[in-house]
Structures are given as C-alpha cells and as structure tokens.
C-alpha cells in the first residue's frame, strides 16, 4: 500500500484533545464511540441490498414517518456504541421519542456529555441508493453530575454545543466534525477500516453558485422563499444558479461546503415549521456552518440562538454560504414587510 500520508482520525482526535483545557479524554472517548458505531453502520447500509434489509419494519417514529429496516438498526449500533463506553449519560434520537438515562456501567451516570441524533438521515434513499447520513450533536450536561440526566440537559441552544457533526454513507464514507476550532474531514479507508484526515479546514468558497429547495413544495413557500428562488434563476450577474437537491440534508450541506451553496428548508402552509429537526438536525449543522465560514439561521435570527422547548422540534432553516444565506435572508426581511 502506498504510503498513506494522512493522519487517522484516532491520531487526530487524541492531538486535538489539547484544544480542551483540563481535558479529561472523555470527548475523545465519545468521538471514538461514534467512529467506530459509524463503520458498523456503514457496513450495514453497504450491504443493504444483499442482507434484504431494505424496506420497512412497519412501525413508525415519533415524526409519524415509516422507519426503515435501517433506520432502527443504525439506531441500535449508536445507541450500544455510545452506552457501552460510559462516555455519556444521556442520548436523544430522532427514532426515539423520549431520551434514555444511560445507566451501562458503574460510571456512565458520571459522564458529563448527553448526545442527541439523527441516526440515518435521508433513509428514504436507502431504497433507491441515494447517499444517507448520520448527524450527531454534543453537549456539556447542565443537571449535576452524578444525579439522573433530565430534559434540560438535552433542551440546550445550538451555542452550547461541545462538538458536532455528521458521517455521510455516499460514494466513499466521511466523517466531518468540529469542536469548535474548525471543520475537518475524514474519509474512510474501507480496506483497512481506519478513516484518514482528507479535508482539513474545510471552509465555504465564499461565492457560492449552487441551490438546494425541493421545489416541487414552491406553490407552498413563503413568499421570500419564492422571490428568492426566482432571484437565483433570473439570467444576470453571476446567475442562473444551479439547482441540486439530493433529498439527503448531509450529502446536499456536503458538497454545499465543498462547492459553494445554499440548502433551504423552508416552513410552507402546511408545516408551518418546515420540516428539519433544531436538536439533532439543524444545531450541528449550523455549528459546523458556523466554523466552516457560513451561516445558518431560520430566515430571520440565528439558529444556534434558538431556545429549544421540545426535543423534536422543528424549525425553519436556511444554511450554506455567508452571502447567500444573507441574500435570501433579504428576500425573507422584504416579504415579511408587505
Ligand atoms: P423532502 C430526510 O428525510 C430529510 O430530513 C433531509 O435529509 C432531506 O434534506 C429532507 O428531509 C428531504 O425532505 O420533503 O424534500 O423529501
């Protein structure tokens, strides 16, 4: 094999521990939880067309949306990964509806991290063969240590968050994650099973030329939203746009930050508050905005800033490039007024 000159994850992960002051290892300990359930996960969702576990378990989540064979399997790796290493005391997930008190081990109650997680975002492609994801967001517990994890500890503005990020299951497998001093990247290597440092610093271009809206939804849009997206098909400038929609939120904010762009979702008539997750959706994807040079925000103020009151809450989101997240956020301030 030729000589591989990139840094593993698990390398990276244990020089970057000194970005932490008084760090105790347990961070790394956690980001190593989710390494290691990811390649579970990504052997799965690789062989999802042989092991005919493809299609639906015929139960439905909390959201009311079909889990796939997959969904509630990916939820399980994480879940076993993440309790088995008493490196949290609390985990949400979008296929659960309330969070679980970790108790595995004498010592999980002490761990101040809780997790919340969208386990295999975008699973309606799995059918079809459509790259899916896995989103993940950290935080620091609030209740004291040693008592039982509450709600509070998950109800947290997106600021608070410790590290984010996402695994994306696409045409090579990525972990891309932060802590608060950049994005990095790392792409596994399926033949040795150790993921290598492939896209450090990752940033925004900052001019982006690319738009992300299903806009089989226009008729349903806000009226910003529609003025927007005619402003990004109008022939001037640096315009027409191009429009990519995967229907997967991480491979679409993926090759966003890679490429340059815009991934909205909007609220429309008929869900008031969009569609996207804050706890476990859009928070980690606006932290890793934020650290990437982007922006994210729900139209109007910033999502991390958002007080969250439910765990499945849903909020509007408009994330991608500086300038064109402001750009549409315009659109949105000039509708809002008429
Ligand atoms: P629609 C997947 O269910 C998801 O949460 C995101 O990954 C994706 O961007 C969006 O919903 C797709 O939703 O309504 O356009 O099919």
Redesign the pocket.
Known sequence: MSEQSFQTLGEFIIDKQEDFMYSTGELSRLLSAIRLASKVVNREVNKAGIANIIGKVGSENIQG?EQQKLDVLANEIFIEALSQREVVCGIASEENDDYIEVKCGSNAHLSKYVVLIDPL????NIDVNVSV?TIFSIYRRVTEPGSPVGIEDFLQKGVNQAAAGYVVYGSSTMIVYTTGNGVNGFTLDPSLGTYYLSHANMEFPKTGKIYSI?E??YIKFPQGVKNYIKYCQREEDDRPYTSR??????S?FHRNMIKGGI?I?PSTSQSPNG??RLLY?CNPMAFLAEQAGGKCTNGFERIMEIEPTELHQRVPFFCGNREMVEKAEEFMAAAAEN
């Open positions: 949306e975002d975008g699973s309606s994801g299903n089989g939804n929609y995967i229907g997967s939120l991480v679409d991934y979702y569609k996207l959706e």
